[in-house]
């Protein structure tokens, strides 16, 4: 079994719907994230956790909104879903460290392809 | 402000040979560089970290250098095979917070026979 579980791997649906994407984890890990993949865009961070009672946003927050539902489940949700959000989302972990969380590797999930018609 | 260059051109090389890729940033210096792998439609995969006070770190057939003065880190791949062709990126903080990575938006090698 994935350590990274995410759900759907597919969606399509139409404008306005909501969406939620979720996220399990089985790697006991404390921080979490939500990214989007664009072609020629990279991976940005949409929000992210360093535990259930810690909730930051990231780079384009804007038009999604999250729930760390316990210590190995965090949620996305698109409440309005519109076009442009259509691209690939993956959930991440990464173990906590003292100080900087850039010195601890990232573990993905395999994404969630989301089509917005 | 802050940025990440990785080449967006695919790296084509033949079999055998070493691929090199690079990753160049802006600004504010690191503490920390990370490197990953992305097969299509999967999820990145943490190949290696290099700390600012290391100048080289190697796994198997992957080297990956880091050049603070330059802000460039390189990322070596010896005696390539085709199961090495996937894009490859490179990831660090940016943004001095010490909570979160940047990733760049990666290098596509191709290994052909």
């Known amino acids: 079994d994935a350590d990274v579980t995410q759900t759907p791997r597919n969606r399509i649906t139409k404008t306005g719907k909501r969406i939620m994407l979720e996220c399990s984890q089985t790697?006991?890990?404390?921080?979490m994230y939500w990214y989007r993949q664009d072609p020629g865009l990279g991976l940005r961070l949409i929000y992210y956790?360093?535990?259930?009672?810690?909730?930051n946003k990231g780079e384009i927050s804007d038009g999604y909104s999250v729930s760390r539902q316990a210590q190995a489940k965090f949620s996305l949700s698109l409440e309005s879903a519109i076009p442009n959000q259509t691209a690939l989302y993956f959930c991440?972990?990464?173990?906590?460290?003292?100080?900087?969380?850039?010195?601890?590797?990232?573990?993905f999930g395999d994404g969630t392809r989301l089509s917005i018609l | 402000s802050q940025k990440i260059e990785q080449n967006s051109e695919a790296l084509n090389i033949q079999e055998g040979k070493t691929a090199t890729l690079t990753c160049n940033y802006t600004?504010?210096?690191?503490?920390?560089l990370q490197w990953y792998r992305q097969d299509p439609g999967r999820g990145p995969v943490f190949l290696l970290l290099?700390?600012?006070?290391?100048k080289e770190k190697r796994k198997e057939r992957l080297k990956v250098t880091f050049d603070t003065t330059l802000k460039q880190s390189l990322f070596h791949i010896t005696a390539s095979q085709p199961a090495d062709s996937a894009t490859y990126l490179c990831?660090?903080?940016?943004?001095?917070?010490?909570?979160?990575?940047?990733f760049g938006t990666g290098t596509r090698l191709q290994v052909t026979l």
């Open positions: 956790s360093f535990d259930v009672k810690d909730i």
């Open positions: 290099i700390r600012e006070n290391e």
């Open positions: 991440a972990t990464s173990d906590r460290s003292p100080g900087d969380a850039s010195n601890q590797p990232q573990h």
């Open positions: 990831a660090l903080d940016i943004t001095g917070t010490a909570s979160k990575l940047t």
């Open positions: 790697k006991g890990h404390d921080r």
């Open positions: 600004n504010y210096s690191p503490a920390y």
